[in-house]
């Protein structure tokens, strides 16, 4: 990285006394900036037999069905990690009621034990229109307490 930038900070130093060559190094600057960062982008996404990849192809790993499923089982217990300390938060800074806390923490436990029992054997189909249906419930019930739904709402994704 020094073999680059040592000679454009040359070249800048250089060029600082007059606005002519201050425009003639910014622009090399951004010449060879740019082949760098081609060459980056050329060596990630073109592979070495020469056939173009997709990105997706050049950033993912094949995943199995378990492997996914173990990953929204993670972001799952997150989700639930911190939306119980948010509520926390909030009524420690006075932004909720002691009765909306209580009443939160209650619905963040009912959401999360319906994802992670009530759906858990269900077939992905049946359990993304069960899903569904509940998240209008909860941001229903979130609106009747006057209560945000972004307490809930990582937990119905």
Known sequence: MKKI???IKNTVSRASHSPKARKAALL????ILGGVLGGVITDKYIAKDGSKQSSSDALRTPRTAEDIAKRQSEQLDENYKRAK??????LKEGDLTKDQS???LKKIDEIYNYRTKDLKDL????ARKKLS??????RKWATDN???SRYIIRLTI
Do not use: G, H, M, Q
Not at 85 to 90: F, I, L, P, R
Not at 123 to 126: E, F, L, Q, R, T
């Open 102 to 104: 209580e009443k939160l």
């Open 28 to 31: 090399l600057v951004v010449f």
């Open 133 to 138: 249906e509940k998240r209008s419930e909860w």
């Open 85 to 90: 300390e948010t509520v926390a938060k909030d």
């Open 5 to 7: 930038l040592n000679p």
């Open 123 to 126: 077939p992905v189909a049946d």
């Open 146 to 148: 006057k209560i945000s």
